[in-house]
Nanobody
Framework: QVQLVESGGGLVQAGGSLRLSCAAS????????MGWFRQAPGKEREFVAA????????YYADSVKGRFTISRDDAKNTMYLQMSSLKPEDTAVYYC???????????????????WGQGTQVTVSS
C-alpha cells in the first residue's frame, strides 16, 4: 500500500511563497509520474502540476504557470511544489497524487491517478 503525506501548507500573504512537500512510502517512487491537485471550498478538484517519472517532463495549469515549480527527489522519495507570487485564489487544499502504473492518458485528468494524500491547506490572505 502506497502512502503519500503532504506538508508545508499554511497561511501566507498575497505575493508570498510556500513550498509543499509530498513524502511517499515504498521503494518504487521513481517509477511513477506524480502530480498536485487542489480543491477550494465549493469547487471541484482541479489540476495544478505534474511531473513525469523521469522528471524530464513537467505540466502546469495555466493559472499557475510561471509561478509554481514542481520537482522531485527520488533519493528522498519526495516531490515538491514551490509556489511563488501567491494569490488569494490559490487558497485551497492541495493534494499529492501518484499516476497510475499504466502511465497513459492525460496528466491533467484526476482519473489517471490512483493514490492520493490527505491534503494540506494553503490559505493566501489579501
Amino acid at each position: 500500500q502506497v502512502q503519500l503525506v503532504e506538508s508545508g501548507g499554511g497561511l501566507v500573504q498575497a505575493g508570498g511563497s510556500l513550498r509543499l512537500s509530498c513524502a511517499a512510502s515504498g521503494r518504487t517512487f521513481s517509477y511513477y509520474g506524480m502530480g498536485w491537485f487542489r480543491q477550494a471550498p465549493g469547487k471541484e478538484r482541479e489540476f495544478v502540476a505534474a511531473i513525469s517519472w523521469s522528471g524530464s517532463n513537467t505540466y502546469y495549469a495555466d493559472s499557475v504557470k510561471g509561478r509554481f515549480t514542481i520537482s522531485r527527489d527520488d533519493a528522498k522519495n519526495t516531490m515538491y511544489l514551490q509556489m511563488s507570487s501567491l494569490k488569494p485564489e490559490d487558497t485551497a487544499v492541495y493534494y499529492c497524487t501518484r499516476r497510475r502504473a499504466s502511465n497513459s492518458g492525460s496528466y491533467y485528468s484526476s482519473h489517471q491517478y490512483d493514490y492520493w494524500g490527505q491534503g494540506t491547506q494553503v490559505t493566501v490572505s489579501s
